[in-house]
């Protein structure tokens, strides 16, 4: 992150990797058929969102201004700006999981330069839910990559007794 940013700045940043980051889960949701890992994918978009909107509160009451502007948020990594649109599943992970890792050093740099006990406060709890969310693709990730059918569909459930 920039030394320079205003707050203001920071925020309209976060407004804009939060909603990115509720387009990729959603279309994460698209690609997996399996109903149960499905809706923890649109289960994230929605965590986004509420992130969205607290941060959507947070820029209104810092400009006045009645709508919430989202500054495109700039990718530290080497990679690509967006997965590209026949990305697998995996590659969606990894990229997922990079880009929690990104909010996370985003919003805990904001978190240390926050002039006021309230701005550090929200930016530490955003940190620290974006690193819950990494923790969740991780897993998510490696039970994909052990059982790549539980993704693609539901098995039937089979019920075995005397």
């Known amino acids: 992150m920039k030394k320079d940013l205003t707050a203001v700045e920071v925020v309209g940043m976060a407004i804009g990797k939060e909603r990115d980051a509720q387009q990729l889960y959603l279309r994460m949701a698209d690609i997996i058929k399996n109903p149960l890992v499905k809706e923890k994918f649109v289960s994230l978009s929605r965590e986004e969102r509420a992130h969205e909107e607290i941060l959507s509160k947070i820029y209104r009451k810092m400009t006045g201004e009645a709508k919430a502007y989202a500054a495109p948020f700039a990718s530290t990594s080497k990679g690509p700006e967006l997965p590209k649109a026949d990305a697998t599943l995996e590659e969606l992970f990894l990229f997922a999981i990079e880009r929690e890792r990104e909010a996370q050093?985003?919003?805990?740099?904001?978190?240390?330069?926050?002039?006021?006990?309230?701005?550090?406060?929200?930016?530490?709890?955003?940190?620290?839910?974006?690193?819950?969310?990494?923790?969740?693709?991780?897993?998510?990730?490696?039970?994909y990559k052990r059982n790549r059918d539980w993704y693609s569909d539901m098995p039937d459930i089979m019920l075995v007794g005397p």
């Open 105 to 143: 050093r985003m919003y805990t740099q904001a978190a240390a330069v926050a002039t006021d006990e309230s701005g550090r406060r929200t930016f530490a709890y955003l940190a620290d839910f974006e690193r819950g969310h990494e923790i969740l693709l991780q897993g998510e990730l490696e039970e």
